[in-house]
């Protein structure tokens, strides 16, 4: 089989200068360390500016850098370990879940997520909102969706939103018995209510985790959680539960 075309393209010059930076923050410079400036950099590395600067673009990307206002370009800390084990078999909000809940509302929920219930288009379900804060920083935000056909005793909680309206819905939740769930993951952007949480821009690069619960035959919860993809990274161990760790770190086995 001939070279296609993409296989003959050189490598970018800001790539292969990422590559040297990368090796460079490894041995060079201590986590937190301020990188010196771009034109000391660029004289350095023997680089265009316009070069050096999408390579650091790169690494912010990755989460090998911070640029911070006032403060200039750090290197970043290693990623936080956050486990998601799949084979999990209890409820949102079960003892032991490191979620906290933020609020909760009636809304009508994202099309994409009323076709996991087969809901008709426009129904409102119970919206609570929960994020996950590890070593101070919060690391994912979270949407858990569940119609009222799911708490049907909910009505019955004179609490019309906010946390103490999510932890009803949640604590109505156990009340089921859970068969199941499955659980999806793929590359997003965030959006500005998620981005706002997670310290991020709108439309910077986040991992997005679906999960889908089921009890009584049916889908009974979904939950989409946004993680940090500048600060996690997937690893998935043997037993098919998914690990966010750090570079470095030795998988967990479970």
């Keep these: 089989m001939g070279t296609t075309q993409l296989e003959s393209v050189p490598e970018p010059k800001y790539w292969h200068l990422k590559t ?15 990188l010196p400036n771009e034109r000391d950099l660029a004289a ?42 799949t084979a999990q078999h209890d409820w949102p909000g079960a003892p032991g879940d490191a979620w906290q809940t933020a609020d909760a509302t009636s809304a009508v929920p994202p099309q994409a997520v009323a076709r996991l219930f087969d809901a008709p288009r426009g129904e409102e379900m119970h919206t609570v909102r929960r994020t996950r804060v590890v070593h101070g920083q919060a690391v994912a935000a979270e949407l858990l969706y569940v119609p009222a056909a799911s708490v049907p005793e909910l009505s ?44 991020r821009l709108p439309g910077a690069p ?8 089921f009890a009584g035959g049916r889908t009974v919860a979904v939950s989409v959680a946004t993680y940090r993809a500048d600060t996690c990274r997937l690893t998935f161990g043997d037993s098919g539960d998914v690990e966010i760790s750090h570079p470095g770190q030795q998988r967990r086995a479970s």
Excluded: M, W
Excluded at 27 to 32: I, T
Excluded at 55 to 75: H, M, N
Excluded at 171 to 197: H, M, N, T, W
């Design 20 to 34: 040297v930076l990368s090796e460079a923050l490894d041995s060079d410079f201590a986590v937190g360390e301020i």
């Design 206 to 213: 986040v991992l997005v985790v679906t999960t889908r619960y």
């Design 44 to 85: 350095r590395f023997g680089v265009a500016r316009a070069t050096l600067r999408q390579a650091l673009e790169q690494l912010e990307l990755e989460g090998r850098l911070q640029r911070r206002r006032g403060v200039g370009t750090t290197v970043a800390p290693p990623r936080t370990a956050v486990s998601v084990g």
């Design 156 to 199: 019955a909680i004179d609490v019309p939103s906010g946390p103490a309206r999510g932890r009803a819905v949640l604590r109505e939740l156990q009340r089921l018995e859970l068969e199941g769930q499955d659980r999806a993951v793929e590359l997003g952007s965030a959006r500005a209510d998620d981005a706002k949480e997670l310290d």
